[in-house]
């Protein structure tokens, strides 16, 4: 796959490399709880410039972390804040890739509209254009945007589908690679439905890429194993990768081992058990036993349910009977 634009020994390691993506773009919005989950309470800052400077300093720590590597990191997706700022005088985006080796990403949206049609939109982006020229001048590789999906409504389905690609059409042009994510709700009650409403929506798009667009997905883990099959081998499509959603690390991990060509790329579930009070040497610890899980069911998966057919050399993660790069089989 050659993508005008792209800086290719980044895009290689996006679509062949065994590992997962780190999402680390907690924002505003969800900082607080970040904070609190890592043992800092509200009353530890008292203005907002206070509150991102302390999340950075724990982002830092992962990112810093020995653990932290592009052996078993693919990417990591970036909070503007943090592309904003450095890590060891290096901008952050720079530190991950030359020293590190890991893609970087940057999340791109304002956050969620009200829900309609069992849908949450994203908030219109006014500023989107500016932040795509600043986030290539700092040499990110890709963005992403997340809206939600709150019931099976096929029309609000649709909606969020259309939106994200319509925003993913501008972020090609700008010569970024889009993480296209409308989660689906683990709470939603019939998320099966709304899972395979979702995937046909997704299809459909895809089909409509010109020859030089190509997207990356992030979608839930789905009720059924290899749901999302389709699409991991579908030419328009660099990787899938898969929220845990609020799920535990567990059962995220469980989940993950039954959808072969699918890694992760977790938040919660990545940070989990991390806490400011730790030592470096057991906040190492703790990190090192979740990338290792979070590794290892990204790439070490059940037998397969689904009919093996020829392999796509386009795409990562497709399933011959022999096996796959990843170790499925």
């Not at 994200?164 to 010569?175: C, K, S």
């Not at 899972?195 to 839930?220: C, D, G, H, P, Y």
């Not at 890694?263 to 030592?279: D, I, M, N, T």
Request: glycine share 6%; proline share 5%; with cysteine.
């Amino acid at each position: 796959m050659k993508a005008p634009g792209f800086n290719q020994q980044q895009l290689e390691k996006v679509k062949t490399h065994p590992g997962f993506i780190a999402a680390l773009d907690q924002s505003g919005g969800s900082t607080p709880g970040a904070l609190r989950l890592y043992g800092i309470k509200e009353d530890a800052w008292s203005n907002e410039a206070e509150m991102f400077a302390l999340v950075h300093q724990m982002r830092k720590r992962i990112i810093t972390s020995p653990s932290f590597k592009g052996e078993r990191i693919i990417g990591a997706i970036l909070f503007e804040d943090t592309m904003d700022r450095d890590i060891e005088s290096l901008p952050t985006a720079d530190y991950l890739w030359n020293e590190k080796q890991v893609v970087p990403f940057l999340k791109v949206d304002n956050g969620l509209a009200a829900e309609q049609d069992g849908v949450q939109l994203l908030k219109p982006m006014p500023a989107l254009a500016d932040l795509l020229t600043k986030a290539k001048a700092k040499r990110i590789f890709g963005t992403k945007m997340r809206s939600v999906i709150k019931r099976a409504d096929e029309a609000g389905i649709k909606s969020i589908v259309n939106q994200q690609f319509e925003v993913a059409e501008q972020i090609i042009a700008a010569g970024l690679l889009p993480i296209v994510e409308p989660e689906v709700d683990i709470n939603c009650i019939e998320k099966a439905k709304a899972e395979e409403l979702l995937k046909a929506a997704i299809v459909e798009k895809l089909n409509k890429l010109s020859a030089r667009q190509f997207v990356m997905l992030k979608l839930t883990l789905p009720e059924q194993d290899d749901l999302y099959f389709d699409l991991i081998t579908h030419p328009k499509v660099v990787r899938v990768v898969a929220l845990s959603g609020g799920y535990s690390q567990e059962d995220a991990d469980d989940r993950l081992r039954g959808d072969h060509g699918m890694v992760a790329s977790f938040s919660r579930a990545l940070v989990e058990g991390l806490l400011v009070k730790q030592s470096d040497a057991e906040f190492n610890s703790v990190l090192e036993k979740s990338i290792q899980s979070i590794f290892d069911a990204s790439n070490k998966k059940r037998p397969s349910i689904i009919q093996a057919g020829p392999p796509n050399p386009n795409v990562p993660g497709t399933i011959t009977e022999r096996g796959s790069r990843y170790g499925q089989r």
